[in-house]
């Protein structure tokens, strides 16, 4: 339990996907204008890496790891080199369905968030994470913990980056620096307020 | 003659500067910020950024009149995806310590905004030779921001750039430290942010 709920809490606050390793900015940037938007699209991603990570879990070690074809009677195929493919396609058809089920459910939902949902198919974030997810190695109930806590912490930092712009439009901010540079300014001292978690273990 | 000429310098040149991706069109940072602690890895990444982006968006051009609209980004993503293989497996033939430095990011080319953004605004609906340029244009102006803030970061970080000592001993002899926090994530935005201030005060926007 300690290793999972570790991962979680670093998943979300010290290695946060967005402030530490820069995963999802476009997005980030683009719906961070509204508080609102920003909690749908984040539910989305939370809701999108959950899927996704497990699913390429179980692509990536039951068939393109090396020996993982072995089930099958070829232990010494080696895949890997098609995981950028197989994860990328696995994204792309989780986040259509997605699409299509918000389409359905909340037409409020799907058109606030307009084009940026096929851009969660394009979103670092997603594919960071099952990439991460290979590298570290984790286990695939680690690898889902993992995708459930990078999308808590991209939606943590998107809904509080939104926040902090709608007060943000009452300030004097430089001329030039409006909009796109002070966003960037402001992610990199929230992304210094979150290195402070570093070192906290449960 | 001279309209294609024009359109062609305009895609050339437009994305390096006026339309930079990164600084005023605000596409692909994610990958702009992780690679920028060296100058050598921001230039590979640069270059494998070039070569994709050009190359899927001749490909995209070439295909845009049999593609069906609805499968289109899935299409787009495997034209894009088949580049960005063959870019990760070339660095990690000949350039393994780089390409173990870069870790993912090489791969995270595929969901750069960059790419996918050209391929759908620009190669869908020009010829394909326009979007080559426009491509390689893309490319080139992705890295010159990336090698901006990785020579600030590396000048400043570690003191070095491409891994030679360029600060002088005496300067450390006198008191001088190396500022580690450029090293750290949070600069790398906050140097976007002033480089973006920098561009739209000199084109004066």
Same mark, same amino acid.
């Given at each position: 339990?300690?290793?999972? =709920?570790?991962?979680?809490? !670093?998943?979300?606050?010290?290695? !946060?996907?967005? @402030?530490?390793?820069?995963?999802?900015?476009? =997005?980030?940037?683009?719906?961070?204008? !509204?508080?609102?938007?920003?909690? #749908? @699209?984040?539910?989305?991603? +939370?809701?999108?890496?959950?899927?996704?990570?497990?699913?390429?879990?179980?692509i990536y070690h039951f068939l393109l790891a090396p020996g993982a074809l072995s089930w099958a009677g070829f232990p010494d195929m080696d895949l890997s080199y098609l995981k950028l493919v197989m994860?990328?396609?696995? +994204?792309?058809?989780?986040?259509?369905?997605?699409? %299509? %089920? +918000?389409?359905?459910?909340?037409?409020?939902?799907?058109? =606030?968030? #307009?084009?940026?949902?096929p851009l969660i198919a394009v979103n670092c974030a997603i594919l960071g994470t099952s990439l991460f997810m290979v590298e570290r190695n984790h286990t695939f109930l680690e690898s889902t913990v993992f995708g459930f806590g990078s999308g808590v912490g991209w939606m943590l930092a998107i809904v509080l980056m939104a926040a902090i712009r709608m007060k943000l439009r009452y300030a004097d901010?430089?001329?030039? @620096?409006? #909009?796109?540079?002070?966003?960037?300014?402001?992610?990199?001292? %929230?992304a210094m307020a979150f290195m402070l978690f570093s070192g906290i273990t449960l | 003659m001279r309209i294609i000429k024009r359109k062609t310098y305009r895609a050339l040149v437009g994305p390096v500067w006026g339309e930079n991706p990164i600084s005023i069109q605000m596409l692909g940072i994610c990958s702009a910020l992780a690679v920028t602690v060296q100058l050598k890895t921001a230039i590979v990444m640069s270059i494998s950024m070039t070569f994709v982006v050009a190359f899927s968006s001749l490909i995209v051009s070439m295909m845009r009149n049999w593609v069906p609209r609805n499968i289109r980004i899935l299409v787009e993503l495997a034209v894009i995806a088949t580049l960005?293989?063959?870019?990760?497996?070339?660095?990690?033939?000949?350039?393994?310590?780089? &390409?173990?430095?870069?870790?993912?990011?090489?791969?995270?080319?595929?969901?750069?905004?960059?790419?996918?953004?050209?391929?759908?605004?620009?190669?869908?609906?020009?010829?394909?030779?326009?979007?080559?340029?426009?491509?390689?244009?893309?490319?080139?102006?992705?890295? &010159?921001?990336?090698?901006?803030?990785?020579?600030?970061?590396?000048?400043?970080?570690?003191?070095?750039?491409?891994?030679?000592?360029?600060?002088?001993? &005496?300067?450390?002899? &006198?008191?001088?430290?190396?500022?580690?926090?450029?090293?750290?994530?949070?600069?790398?935005?906050?140097?976007?942010?002033?480089?973006?201030?920098?561009?739209?005060?000199?084109?004066?926007?």
């Open positions: 339990m300690g290793d999972l =709920s570790n991962i979680f809490l !670093n998943s979300v606050f010290v290695g !946060n996907i967005l @402030l530490a390793y820069f995963l999802g900015m476009c =997005s980030f940037v683009a719906v961070s204008k !509204n508080i609102d938007t920003a909690i #749908g @699209l984040g539910f989305a991603v +939370i809701f999108v890496l959950t899927i996704t990570t497990p699913v390429n879990w179980l994860f990328i396609v696995v +994204i792309a058809t989780m986040v259509q369905v997605i699409e %299509m %089920m +918000i389409d359905r459910f909340s037409a409020a939902l799907y058109s =606030s968030l #307009g084009v940026f949902l901010v430089p001329k030039g @620096l409006e #909009g796109y540079g002070i966003t960037m300014i402001v992610t990199g001292l %929230m | 960005v293989i063959l870019a990760d497996e070339f660095l990690r033939a000949f350039y393994y310590d780089i &390409s173990k430095q870069l870790s993912v990011f090489v791969g995270l080319i595929i969901t750069n905004c960059i790419v996918m953004g050209r391929a759908e605004a620009f190669a869908l609906s020009n010829p394909p030779h326009l979007a080559f340029i426009d491509g390689i244009g893309n490319g080139a102006g992705y890295g &010159s921001v990336l090698l901006a803030v990785a020579f600030i970061r590396e000048l400043f970080g570690s003191g070095k750039l491409f891994g030679v000592k360029i600060i002088p001993e &005496s300067f450390y002899a &006198s008191g001088y430290e190396d500022m580690g926090f450029m090293l750290l994530a949070p600069a790398a935005f906050i140097i976007i942010g002033l480089l973006v201030w920098l561009q739209r005060y000199l084109t004066g926007d």
